[in-house]
């Protein structure tokens, strides 16, 4: 399956969950599967988007979070596996699309291509519900079990890299706030709120 | 994040504040993807890290949260600075400020405990009315009081 394919099977699959998405790839093919309130595109940050995920999974225990993010960011903060691994936040549930590859940076092979296993190193660190799935019937199965049952769950998808054809149009405020709103903590307004 | 002065207020906080959070991050870097997480979720966060460890946070500062607004109270426990034994903290310790600077990310220096607690909320009011980090710099000398002989 490619990125993208995967891409839209996850959000076919989820209702209105927040997904916060790694910068570059895993952002735009998010975006092309469908575009949503509740999606957060980062533009930025590389290595972030698992920890972006925590921080919300810890503010917010009655949502469920989901990230789509890449090998090589992942690779990028690998520490976040131990934090995700000692909070333990069950609603969380971290995608890792691995395409083996640096695909946003030209297709350098990551270490994931050389052996390197993301889901042997989150189990390792002390996440127990991890699976890797290499279909979109597997990533299917895989999403439906971890929107319903206790994580931090860690799913790596083998996918293939697949070109994006279109990036968000969005700010970085614009998506913020329309997310913020899309999850029930919608900022004030700056001005006239504050004496 | 880990640093020996801050560990007082850490233990306070624990003791005394129940409806304040602590989570130890691997590194200041996911700290600050941490706290954007928890602002994104309705919480109003504060990074608490040695100055050494802002050089670790740049790239989430500048890529994520300035840009996207995303304020969070940081504050910094400082090296290098008057009384500093270790040379290895010298450079950063006198970087910091320019360093702030140049991201604009505005910043106060309390030098006395008597201070301290204005300087923290006022950098925290500001950083929260206006939707950029604030940072509040904890010199050495507050945090590692000199030995006088006399």
Known sequence: ?195 | MPDNPLSHVLNVIGAQFPDVHTTLATREEEAFGIAAGLYLGGARPTVMLQSSGLGNSLNALTSLLIPYQIPVLIVISMRGDEGEWNAAQVPMGRAIRPILDSMGIPHLTSDTADATADVVRIVGQTAFATRLPGACLLSRRLTVPPKVTT
């Not at chain 1, 093919?29 to 575009?35: N, P, T, V, W």
């Not at chain 1, 090589?72 to 691994?85: D, F, K, Q, W, Y």
């Not at chain 1, 614009?174 to 997310?179: A, D, E, H, S, T």
Request: proline residues 5%; contains cysteine; hydrophobic residues 45%.
């Open chain 1, 1 to 195: 399956m490619t990125r993208l394919e995967a891409s839209r099977a996850l959000v076919a699959a989820l209702g209105d969950e927040p997904i916060v998405a790694s910068l570059g790839h895993p952002a735009y093919d998010l975006f092309a599967a469908g575009d949503r309130r509740a999606n957060f595109y980062t533009w930025g940050s590389m290595g972030l988007a698992s920890s972006l995920g925590l921080g919300l999974a810890l503010a917010r225990p009655a949502l469920r979070v989901f990230v789509v993010d890449g090998d090589g960011s992942l690779l990028m903060n690998l520490g976040s596996l131990a934090t995700i691994a000692s909070t333990k936040p069950p609603n969380l549930v971290l995608i890792v699309w691995d395409n083996e590859e640096y695909g946003t940076t030209g297709g350098q092979a990551t270490a994931t291509a050389h052996g390197a296993d993301l889901d042997a190193a989150a189990r390792a660190m002390g996440i127990h519900a991890t699976v890797t799935v290499r279909t979109e019937e597997g990533l299917r199965a895989a999403i439906v079990r971890a929107r319903v049952d206790a994580g931090p769950w860690v799913i790596v998808a083998k996918v293939q890299e697949s070109a994006p054809a279109v990036k968000p149009p969005l700010d970085c405020v614009f998506i913020k706030q329309r997310f913020m709103a899309a999850i029930g903590s919608a900022e004030p307004a700056t001005r006239g709120t504050h004496q």
